[in-house]
C-alpha cells in the first residue's frame, strides 16, 4: 500500500499543497499529468529522496515520512534507468544486495533468479554502453526488484523506448506485478501504457489529484 495524507512537497518556488491518495497493497498505480506538474517530485518524496513540508507518508501500513531512503526500502527505477557504466549487468542486479550484506550464496540465487525472469542471463557480463533501450530498462528493473521491495516506483521508465520495445516492457512489467505483487506508482504521459498497466489511475490537474477509473475497472 502507498498512501499519502494531505501531503505538501515542493522545489523552489513550485509546490503541491495537501495531496491524498491511496493505492492499495498490491496495487499497480499510474500517475500522469502535463511536464512541471509535480509527478517527479511526488515520486521523490515517496522514495524518501525529497523531503515533505507537511503531511504524512505510510507504506504497506507504516509511517515512513521522515525515514531515510534506505529505511523505507522502495525500488525505484529513474527516467532513462541511470546505470552506472562501469558496473556489468551482473553487478547492477548485485548492488542492493551486497550493500545490504546478503550471503554470497544468497547473492548468487537472487541474481539468477531476476536475469531468468527478465531474460538477462546472456547479458549478465555486459556493460550499459552495449546495450539496447529495452534491455537497460530491463537491468534497472532488475536492480530495483533485488532485494525484494514492497513498493516500487518508476519515473517514466518507458519514455525513451520504440513502440516495440514499450510494449515489451508492458508485458514484462505486467509479469513481474503478477509474480511478486508489489505494490506500484508508475509515472507516464502515455494513456495507451496508463490504461493497459494501472489498477488505479491519478492525473495531477492544477496542483490537485484526480482518481479516474481505468477502462478494465468501468
Known amino acids: 500500500m502507498i498512501a499519502l495524507e494531505q501531503v505538501t512537497v515542493g522545489m523552489g518556488g513550485f509546490e503541491l499543497r495537501q495531496v491524498s491518495f491511496t493505492i492499495p497493497q498490491g496495487g499497480y498505480g499510474v500517475l500522469m499529468g502535463r511536464t512541471g506538474s509535480g509527478k517527479t517530485t511526488l515520486l521523490e518524496a ?3 529522496l525529497r523531503p515533505i513540508r507537511s503531511g504524512i507518508i505510510r507504506l504497506h501500513g507504516r509511517e ?31 548492488f542492493a544486495l551486497v550493500v545490504r550484506q546478503w550471503t554470497r550464496a544468497a547473492i548468487r540465487d537472487r541474481v539468477e533468479e531476476i536475469s531468468t ?23 534497472a528493473l532488475g536492480r530495483a526488484l533485488s532485494f525484494q521491495p514492497s513498493v516500487l516506483c518508476l519515473d517514466e521508465p518507458l519514455s525513451a523506448l520504440d513502440d516495440e520495445s514499450r510494449s515489451e516492457i508492458c508485458s514484462v512489467l505486467e509479469s ?8 506500484v506508482l508508475h509515472i ?13 489511475l491519478l492525473r495531477i490537474h492544477d496542483g490537485t489529484i484526480q482518481l479516474q477509473v481505468p477502462p478494465a475497472s468501468r
Do not use: D, K, M, Y
Open 117 to 139: 525472469w527478465l531474460g538477462l542471463t546472456p547479458l549478465l557480463n555486459r556493460r550499459p554502453a552495449g546495450l539496447s533501450g529495452g534491455e537497460t530498462q530491463r537491468v
Open 188 to 200: 507516464t504521459h502515455n494513456r495507451t501504457e496508463a490504461e493497459r498497466l494501472a489498477s488505479t
Open 176 to 183: 513481474i506485478h503478477q509474480r511478486t505483487g508489489v505494490t
Open 64 to 94: 515512513v515520512t521522515r525515514q531515510s531512503p534506505a529505511e523505507r526500502g522502495v525500488g525505484f527505477v529513474p527516467q532513462e534507468g541511470a546505470l552506472f557504466g562501469h558496473l556489468t549487468v551482473r553487478e547492477h542486479l548485485e
Open 46 to 48: 515517496i522514495c524518501g
